[in-house]
C-alpha cells in the first residue's frame, strides 16, 4: 500500500514559518519528481514545489523565495519550509509524488494538482492568520 503521510501543519502568525514533512512508504520515490500541492477552501489545487531525482526544484510564482522544498531519500522523506508566510498561503498542503519517472521538476509542477497524475497525501492544515 502505498502511502504519504504529512505532518506539520499548524496556525501561525502572518510573518511566521513553517516546516511541513511527509513520510512515504510502499514504493520507492527515489527516482520520481515529488513535490507539494494545497488547496485552500473554495480553490482548485494548485503545485506549490516541485522537485526532480536530482534535487531540481521548480516553485508557483507566489511562493518563489519564501518557500523551500527538500527531499531525504535515505529517510524517504520530503519537506516543505515556509518562510514570510501571508494570510493566502492558508490551504491543506499535500505531499504528491508522480506515478512514473522521468518529469523534470518544471513539467511536474503543473502537473502534481491533477488527481490522475500521481500519489497525494491525506494534507496537513495550514493557517496564517494576518
Known amino acids: 500500500l502505498v502511502r504519504l503521510v504529512e505532518s506539520g501543519g499548524d496556525s501561525v502568525q502572518a510573518g511566521g514559518s513553517l516546516n511541513v514533512s511527509c513520510v512515504t512508504s510502499?514504493?520507492?520515490?527515489?527516482?520520481?519528481?515529488m513535490g507539494w500541492v494545497r488547496q485552500a477552501p473554495g480553490k482548485e489545487r494548485e503545485g506549490v514545489a516541485a522537485?526532480?531525482?536530482?534535487?531540481?526544484?521548480r516553485y508557483l510564482d507566489s511562493v518563489k523565495g519564501r518557500f523551500t522544498v527538500s527531499r531525504d531519500k535515505a529517510k524517504n522523506a520530503l519537506y516543505l519550509q515556509m518562510n514570510s508566510l501571508k494570510p493566502e498561503d492558508t490551504a491543506n498542503y499535500h505531499c504528491?509524488?508522480?506515478?512514473?519517472?522521468?518529469?523534470?521538476?518544471?513539467?511536474?509542477?503543473?502537473?502534481?494538482?491533477?488527481?490522475?497524475?500521481?500519489?497525494w497525501g491525506q494534507g496537513t492544515r495550514v493557517t496564517v492568520s494576518s
Open positions: 504528491a509524488a508522480m506515478r512514473t519517472a522521468g518529469h523534470s521538476a518544471l513539467q511536474a509542477l503543473p502537473l502534481l494538482g491533477i488527481p490522475t497524475s500521481g500519489f
Open positions: 510502499g514504493y520507492n520515490f527515489d527516482d520520481i519528481t
Open positions: 522537485i526532480d531525482p536530482l534535487g531540481d526544484t
